[in-house]
């Protein structure tokens, strides 16, 4: 079974709003990512947080993880219509990596 | 996507028919992956590799085999394709665990099979 579950399953915005993806989990993670994909291509890589680590930033990305509630979010500010893609978490427990079904961001000019 | 490559990258077949697809890194990465996409799943682990002729099962193996001779190829089989299997398979790599733990994945192109 699917160990992340992102919420909600599509978002659209206006380009230089803020996007919110929340992604919950079942078990225990060494670690979180999240990966965005641009329609018909691979995952690409955005951002890791720790299972130690309550919050990172990386240029307009921010992600936020509470091991209690076995959840994390992915707020990305000032999008832009280059931000339209899906993004997805996953967790990672002892390099057995999982990913949820994806969120799909649309950011409208 | 540099440093892995995924062929074929589109194959039509019929039902019951075995079809091989290939992942190729130039990266030396220890672990390699497949997983299969299908809308409203997201990405599900079919099998993965953690090294040569060392592999384990995902959370959908059922009907997939593979098979790792060299660091470099990661070949996924499905012995008799069925329209189940109808997918987008990616393959993904990535590094030994560094000193924190962390194992981020670099993604092939993909390839979409259509079982007919």
């Known amino acids: 079974s699917q160990q992340g579950e992102e919420d909600p399953q599509a978002l659209s915005i206006q380009e230089g709003e803020n996007a919110t993806m929340n992604c919950s989990y079942k078990?225990?993670?060494?670690?979180l990512q999240w990966y965005r994909q641009n329609s018909g291509r691979g995952l690409v890589h955005l951002i890791l947080?720790?299972?130690?680590?309550r919050e990172k930033h990386s240029g307009r990305l921010r992600v936020t993880l509470d091991t209690s509630k076995k959840s994390s979010s992915l707020l990305i500010t000032a999008s832009r219509a280059a931000d339209t893609a899906s993004y997805f978490c996953?967790?990672?427990?002892?390099?057995?990596?999982?990913f949820g079904a994806g969120t799909r961001l649309t950011v409208k000019p | 996507d540099a440093g892995i490559t995924q062929s074929p990258r589109h194959k039509v077949t019929e039902t019951g028919t075995p079809v091989t697809l290939r992942c190729h890194q130039t990266?030396?990465?220890?672990?390699m992956y497949w997983y299969r996409q299908d809308p409203g799943h997201g990405l599900r682990l079919i099998h993965y590799?953690?090294?040569?002729?060392?592999?384990d099962k995902g959370e959908v193996s059922d009907g997939y085999s593979v098979s790792r001779s060299k660091t470099e190829d990661f070949l996924l089989t499905l012995e008799s394709a069925t329209s189940s299997q109808t997918s987008v398979y990616f393959c993904?790599?990535?590094?030994?665990?560094?000193?924190?733990?962390?194992?981020?994945?670099?993604f092939g192109a993909g390839s979409r099979l259509t079982v007919l």
């Open positions: 993904a790599i990535s590094p030994a665990f560094d000193r924190s733990g962390a194992n981020v994945l670099t």
């Open positions: 590799s953690y090294g040569v002729k060392d592999t």
């Open positions: 078990t225990s993670i060494n670690n």
């Open positions: 990266e030396n990465h220890r672990y």
């Open positions: 947080i720790r299972s130690n680590e």
């Open positions: 996953a967790t990672d427990v002892n390099n057995d990596m999982r």
